[in-house]
């Protein structure tokens, strides 16, 4: 390039570069500069454009007769692609302070919990939050005891009643009465040792059957016709300690159940 050709190349970049400093919010859409990758984003204004390269027309070297672009309209699109973003940043410096704010709300969100994952044997395992703390396992409530005898057929429950010895007068009835028939199978509600197992001797409960489950928790089977376990012998849930009789005050053949909670007697329906 000639001395007096750069000099002018040089002449039509700074004019360009004022033009486009003063009007480059026309050419470019508010919000849109350089981004975090380095890469110039630019959005022009279609007119806007077009007038733009009119002026560079007017400007440039012979190659205008072609219609194709000479020294001073690449002077000028090297402007706008090099010069527009930075006066854009400075038009709104809002939209940096905005997405700055952005990524420092998105720093400070807790990552979202792990659900917990089992183990190869179906169990739930604990799993580590991102803290490296390991989140506590809900753990299932233990099964519920097992029925005393079949039927559970209801015939005196548990709390006041008439007393069905006389017929007449309230007495409280400490325990739940299931109706069957001789013989039949009286199992323990859960598993345990047997404290007692012969005649009740402070009470009217004729044959009678206790056992320790532990934890403060006792259930007793009264008016057995006979009696299957010996005082200290540990038993299953479910295990037979003896069968439906009518011994002691009694009006008939059935199971009269006790719950005992730390020695305190509860409804034994709300137990089982």
């Known amino acids: 390039m ?13 004019a360009f570069r004022r033009y486009i400093t003063e009007t480059a919010s026309r050419y470019l859409t508010p919000g849109r500069h350089a981004g975090p990758d380095g890469d110039r984003q630019h959005l022009f204004d279609s007119a806007g454009l077009q007038q733009a390269l009119r002026r560079a027309r007017t400007y440039s070297t012979p190659a205008r007769k072609t219609a194709a672009l000479g020294t001073g309209a690449s ?8 010069g527009v973003a930075e006066a ?19 720093l400070d969100e807790e990552p979202p919990a792990e659900a917990p994952v089992e183990d190869g ?8 939050d991102g803290a490296g703390t390991t989140a506590p396992v809900a753990e299932e409530p233990p099964a519920k005891p097992s029925v005393p005898v079949d039927g559970m057929v209801i015939t005196s429950p548990f709390g006041w009643r008439i007393n069905p010895m006389t017929g007449s007068g309230q007495e409280w009835h400490t325990g739940t009465d299931f109706r069957g028939v001789t013989g039949t199978e009286v199992r323990s509600a859960r598993a345990g040792t047997v404290t007692e197992a012969g005649w009740h001797t402070t009470g009217g409960g004729g044959l009678r059957v206790v056992v320790d489950h532990g934890n403060g928790t006792q259930t007793t089977y009264n008016h057995l016709n006979d009696i299957r376990v010996e005082p200290g012998q540990p038993v299953g849930e479910g295990q037979a300690v003896g069968g439906v009789g009518s011994t002691g005050n009694s009006t008939g053949p059935h199971l009269h159940f006790e719950v005992l909670i730390n020695g305190e007697y509860i409804d034994p329906m709300t137990w089982l």
């Open 2 to 14: 000639t001395p007096k050709l750069n000099e002018t190349a040089r002449n039509l970049a700074d």
């Open 75 to 82: 002077l000028l699109l090297s402007g706008m692609v090099f």
């Open 88 to 106: 854009a940043t400075l038009e709104a410096p809002e939209t940096v302070s905005e997405r700055q704010l952005v990524n420092i709300r998105q």
């Open 121 to 128: 044997a179906g169990s739930t395992a604990p799993v580590q």
